[in-house]
């Protein structure tokens, strides 16, 4: 019998560890669409939406939908069900680790409703890989961004890993976190900080472009969320 994309999918939860619900969610889906995909109550995924789980699974989009991983142009050979993308960069143990815990969920926004938001919730909605540079960093966690606000700097979909014991700068992308009332749960955005002064803590948002300026009373914590070259160290 030929191997379908749920088959592929199934391999690479196992060799992962991940659930389906987990993998969903990662991949910027609901909780029950890999479940469906697998029980045949789902169309064909979109594109963006495969994408998204092929790196997930740590695959390719072209083995997750065919079997085969393109290679030389047009030649195509067979990708194994147990091979890990993780493990092959340099072969470096740290990358292996994926106990890097996922927190943020989506919410709306309390300040305006043009501003995206997020609640970073204690309950872990899944992991990924941590990088060398946050080995020792118990404090660090990823959040999986919602939305499209700070597209295409962070895109919908996306795992942007955050260490919250980094100092911030202006121009940084950060994850500030508020708080407005006593028994607020808090909210989260992820912007890129402008500035901060003795009153309040200024962000910017790429998608509608905004300033949005917070009171200093309402921010309980600011938290820099790693860039490309940090993920290299």
Do not use: C
Request: charged residues 25%.
């Amino acid at each position: 019998m030929d191997e379908t994309i749920a088959d592929r999918i199934a391999q690479r939860l196992e060799a992962l560890g991940l659930s389906e619900r987990d993998a969903s969610l990662q991949a910027g889906a609901s909780a029950d669409f890999i479940r469906n995909i697998r029980r045949n109550k789902s169309k064909a995924p979109r594109g963006n939406t495969i994408d998204r789980l092929a790196r997930v699974l740590e695959v390719t989009t072209e083995w997750l939908t065919t079997g085969q991983e393109e290679v030389a142009g047009t030649e195509m050979i067979a990708m194994p069900s147990d091979v890990s993308f993780a493990g092959m960069r340099g072969r470096r143990e740290h990358y292996a680790r994926r106990d890097l815990p996922i927190r943020g969920t989506a919410a709306g926004s309390i300040i305006r409703t043009d501003i995206e938001g997020f609640v970073l919730h204690s309950e872990v909605i899944g992991y990924t890989e941590r990088p060398p540079s946050l080995d020792k960093i118990v404090e660090a966690y990823a959040i999986l961004v919602t939305g499209d606000s700070m597209w295409p700097l962070h895109p919908p979909g996306a795992t942007r890993i955050v260490n919250p014991l980094r100092p911030t700068a202006p121009g940084n992308s950060v994850i500030v976190l508020t708080r407005h009332w006593e028994d607020d749960p808090g909210q989260a955005y992820i912007k890129i900080l402008k500035r901060r002064t003795q009153q309040s803590v200024v962000l910017t948002q790429l998608n509608p472009f905004a300033d949005i300026e917070i009171p200093r009373q309402f921010v309980i914590g600011i938290h820099y969320v790693l860039d490309y070259e940090d993920l290299l160290r």
